[in-house]
């Protein structure tokens, strides 16, 4: 048997974005800049790249079964699967990972949460480390569309006590909320972005968020794209669902810079 043949994640946050446009214009300009010029953009280009390690060496480390699907998820052949989801291919880099899954813990901790709700998990990362924090007879319900990932997801997570606990809904979301039972303490969503508003919309209408529950929505910021001149279309859609937030006088919000961002949703 050949050892899997492992790539490193490419940029997919502002700020590793960031670090390697720094990085390749510092390289660009080579030895004719300024001395003084070379000098800040060293120190600029080293200010960003040492942003998330240095976050993540200052958060609580991930158990060793989150930490096994990780490394599991990043060496799927994910360049050999067609096209499920709806925010595009398949990839490693779709994984919450540790700081956020330390985020989404502690979130479950804080609100004292008895019943998740995930709308795209992916291969499990995020859905194992709010499980992890969840009381005695606490519920995570996950619903992924893809029934590869979600096979993944099952298999990896059924190794793990707490990720035996986990309920994986298979197809559609919205199909999937329609016939749910609420209500949840904190809702999960990182799916399709063009998704975002309907499932936003589904929640407030319906009696799946419970009374102070919280709903946190992934991938926010969306590598600069809700801001960018000309964005993707699930940079418009996300920065659509922004704004359709913010101007809602039903909810208060907070958007947290982690990672790609993480906004916090509660109804006042």
């Known amino acids: 048997m050949t050892d899997a043949v492992v790539s490193s994640p490419r940029p997919v946050t502002p700020t590793t974005i960031l670090a390697r446009e ?13 001395p003084e010029l070379a000098e800040r953009l060293r120190r600029v280009t080293a200010l960003a790249a040492g942003l998330d390690p240095y976050v993540a060496a200052c958060t609580s480390p991930e158990s060793p079964a989150l930490a096994e699907v990780a490394r599991r998820t990043q060496e799927a052949p994910w360049a050999s699967r067609e096209v499920v989801s709806g925010s595009g291919p398949l990839e490693q880099e779709m994984l919450s990972g540790h700081v956020e899954g330390r985020f989404l813990a ?12 995930e709308i795209g998990m992916f291969t499990g990362y995020s859905a194992l480390a709010m499980a992890e924090a969840l009381p005695p007879g606490g519920e995570v319900v996950a619903c992924e569309v893809d029934p590869y990932v979600a096979g993944l997801a099952f298999d990896w997570l059924s190794r793990s ?42 929640l407030l209408a319906s009696d799946l968020l419970a009374d102070g529950g919280v709903i946190a929505v992934d991938n926010t910021l969306l590598q600069g794209q809700p801001w960018a001149a000309d964005p993707t279309v699930n940079g418009a859609a996300v920065a659509e669902f922004n704004q359709v ?24």
């Open 106 to 117: 502690f979130l479950v901790r804080m609100l004292k949460a008895r019943r998740v709700l």
């Open 161 to 202: 006590t707490a990720g035996a606990t986990v309920m994986i809904e298979v197809g559609p979301a919205l199909e999937t909320l329609e016939r749910l039972d609420g209500p949840f303490d904190l809702v999960f969503i990182d799916a399709d972005k063009t998704g975002y508003l309907d499932y936003y919309r589904f």
């Open 22 to 34: 720094l990085a390749e214009v510092a390289e660009l300009i080579g030895p004719s800049v300024e």
């Open 245 to 268: 937030v913010a101007d809602d006088p039903r909810v208060e919000q907070v958007l947290v810079p982690l990672r790609d961002g993480v906004t916090l949703i509660r109804r006042t």
